[in-house]
Each structure stands twice: as structure tokens, then as C-alpha cells.
């Protein structure tokens, strides 16, 4: 899909037919990552618009994100209008990078400032246990780096867009802090939000060891399929965005590999060696951690909802 074919006023109108007045200009948006839908529950007068009726978007295919957009009000008073994306595009299910970001930019034409984006992360970093969620100071996108994958790739979408954008300040440091105070003011444990670097692969295949000492080596902390894409759009677009990564596992990395010689000359000294299991990541493993921790993830978005100062 080439940028001047978005069919965005489709979409818009599509999107004014179907929504109240009050929820039709959504100031904050939400991206659900795998396992994490459930944080629209915290969202109230809830229009859900499926996917499928919208002009543009994809289905997402992956168990774990449901596809629509979850329109609603939250926090107190007459509540501040959100926007919800039920479930995420990957590249790696065969959409295109333009469709991956194109619910981001209709976001941003609806009036959306402040994007909250959650995704599910592999650990990279011993420090940085399951559980724990991480606000993504920085990031490193190895598909932009080793290939065309950059959404942002193409003609640009109007003079008004830079052609080169600068990604220095791209994690928003207001919403950071946002994310640091709500946690304070939750009362949650000082390491239950903690801070790192997200590594963008492509997936969907996991890491194999190598990778991950590779990923490490280079100052990621956690590292996961999704995310780089629409952070990239929504900077194009002017937001403000903060990653929140829900760490699901453990990329494996042993600190030796098993010597599978030794084992057989072992074997046949007759002094068998014991013979570890060996591990490996599952998608169940990462959407059970989802379900465990997203009542925690919904409170801190909700947290940080609240404290976003309207204009
Ligand atoms: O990033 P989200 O969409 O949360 O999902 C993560 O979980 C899936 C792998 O288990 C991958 O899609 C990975 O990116």
C-alpha cells in the first residue's frame, strides 16, 4: 500500500458513524500486546469496532490479540476518551509494514497525542525477572538495520512530515515519569517497574542462544517482534509514546553451551553425565504471564491515564 493510497477518510468516516460524539475524538491511545487486551476492562462505555469493518486494517492472527478497536472513557469525572487497539499487526504474519502502522496513524488523525504501547518481551538481562514490566528508555531495531523494514521507508505522507526523523528523544520522558510517579502512587514494588532497552526482531522464531548473547552484547535488555514499527509511525506523526514490555520469559542463554562431545566420551568411559533438560520459550508461556500480570499492567496504564495533563 503506498502512502497516498491510505484510505483514511474511509476509515475516519467509518469510525464518526459508529461512535457517540463523546467518544469520537480519543486524546490518549492504548496498544494492547499479547496476552494484554484485557486492559480495556478498565475502560467504561466501551464501543468495540471490530477490525474487520474497518477500511485499511488487517486481522491480527496471533492467539492472544483479539482484532478491534475498543473505544471508552477513564478516570474520574466525566473521564478522559481513549482509544484501545484489541491486538497488534506483525510483519512477521505476512502484513505489510504500512498495514502494521496504519492503526497508529488513524489514531493520530482521531486526535490521539499520548500513545501508550504494551507489548510481550523475551529477558535478556538476569537482572529483569518474569513479571517484571519494563519502561523502554531505548531501542534497537535490528530489521531497520539489516534490512528494508522500516515502515517509514517510501514516499513521505505530506510536506509536513520529516524525511529524516530524529529518534534520540523518541521514548517520551513526561510519560516515563508519568509511568514511575503512577507506579509510586500504586504502591507497587520498587522492582516491579524497572527500565531498560527493547531489541525489535523480526520473528517468529525465537532467539536461539547466540542471538540472545548477540542482543545482549549489543545493550538490549529485553527483546520481542512487535512494537519498533508503531513507535516509529507515531513519532512520524507527532505523538508522544511510552513502551511498556511485560518480561514473559527468559531468553535462553546458558553461560556455557553443553559439550555434547564430553557427554559421549563420557558415555563411553562408562560415566554417563547427567543430562540437563533443554529449555525452551512457548507462546503459552508468554500469554499465561499476560493473564497473571494484567491486572497490574491495566492498573499503571490506567495510572499514568489519569496523571497525562489535559490541554
Ligand atoms: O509484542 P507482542 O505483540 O506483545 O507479542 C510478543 O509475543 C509473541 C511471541 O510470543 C510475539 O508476537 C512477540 O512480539
Redesign the pocket.
Known sequence: MAHQALPFAITLDILKRRLPAHLQEPKIGIVC??GLSTLASALRDVVEVPYSELEGFGTST?QG?KSSLAFGLLGPGNGIPVVAMLG?F?PYEGHKLSTVVYPIRVLARLGVRNLIIT???GSLNPKLPVGTIVAIQDHVAIPNMAGPLNPLLGPSLGPEYPRFLPLSNAHSIKLRRLAFLAAHKLGLADDALAEGVYAWVS?PTYETPAEGRFLRAAGADVV????IPEVLAAREEGLEVIVLSLVTNFVVIPDKYRSIKEEVKAELAGKPIEQPPQQVVS?QE?LNVGKQKADVMKDLVAKIIEMIPTD
Open positions: 500486546g499479547s496471533v490479540h497488534r506483525h507489548n510481550a518481551a520473528g520481542g517482534m512487535s512494537t507462546h508468554v
